[in-house]
């Protein structure tokens, strides 16, 4: 069956805390994106990577920090310096990093910093 | 930079009544895709149009991109409770996959 699996699905951590949010894919594709969702806002892009061991910035990439060490995985740590880190969450990948690749999206982890 | 604007933000309509959002770019697109999201749920893609003046159909879902490729619009006929979600636009410029998600539609279908 395949897809993007994202874990876990709820979050909580104490403020000043690290955390990792998991993002796996078994599409087979190149590209993944991270995203932010707020209420009344649109998706914002976090990072993004087009081919394993390459990422770059997306539109709100401080206080976040990414790898992709392996076409699979795509981990987006929340750092301490994230001023405002309670959200949405939602991985995304592409076959490729043209236009007219459609995004395919992950479950989401909903993140709350108490 | 690019600017995506989606009105209306909310919409109620009742179950039967047909609905439509629209999705107004600062700039030419190349292509904009559109997603539906149920509550609690993700984005899911539903269709993707390129062309200038292209129209689409899903069913009761009908999808146009403006000729100047900087407008695009979804319109469902006779809505059903299954179309409750928020409906997002997707707008893309240039050759990679720089993207500009619109603020999102939000429908309520009451029965």
């Known amino acids: 069956d395949g897809g993007i699996t994202q874990s876990p699905k709820y979050l909580f951590r104490k403020e000043g805390q690290n955390v990792t949010l998991s993002c796996e894919q078994n599409?087979?594709?190149?590209?993944m994106y991270w995203y932010r969702q707020d209420p009344g806002q649109g998706l914002r892009l976090i990072y993004y990577?087009?081919?394993?061991?390459?990422?770059q910035k997306g539109d709100i990439a401080e206080g976040y920090s990414v790898s992709r060490e392996k076409k699979e995985s795509f981990p987006l740590t929340v750092t301490s310096a994230q001023k405002n880190p309670t959200a949405f969450y939602l991985c995304?990948?592409?076959?490729?990093?043209?236009?007219?690749?459609?995004?395919?999206f992950g479950p989401g982890t909903r993140l709350t910093v108490l | 930079g690019q600017q995506v604007m989606q009105i209306p933000q909310y919409q109620h309509v009742q179950e039967g009544e047909d609905f439509t959002t629209y999705c107004n770019s600062s700039?030419?697109?190349?292509?904009i895709q559109w997603y539906k999201q149920r509550p609690g749920g993700h984005p899911v893609f539903l269709i993707q149009?390129?062309?200038?003046?292209e129209v689409k159909k899903q069913k009761r879902l009908t999808f146009q991109f403006g000729e100047a490729k900087k407008n695009s619009s979804l319109h469902i006929t006779a809505t059903q409770t299954t179309d409750v979600g928020t409906y997002f636009c997707?707008?893309?410029?240039?050759?990679?996959?720089?993207?500009?998600f619109g603020i999102g539609t939000k429908l309520q279908v009451i029965p």
């Open positions: 997707a707008a893309y410029s240039g050759g990679y996959q720089k993207v500009t």
């Open positions: 700039t030419t697109l190349s292509n």
């Open positions: 599409l087979n594709h190149d590209a």
């Open positions: 149009l390129v062309k200038s003046g």
């Open positions: 995304a990948s592409s076959t490729g990093f043209i236009r007219t690749d459609t995004q395919y």
């Open positions: 990577s087009q081919i394993v061991n390459d990422f």
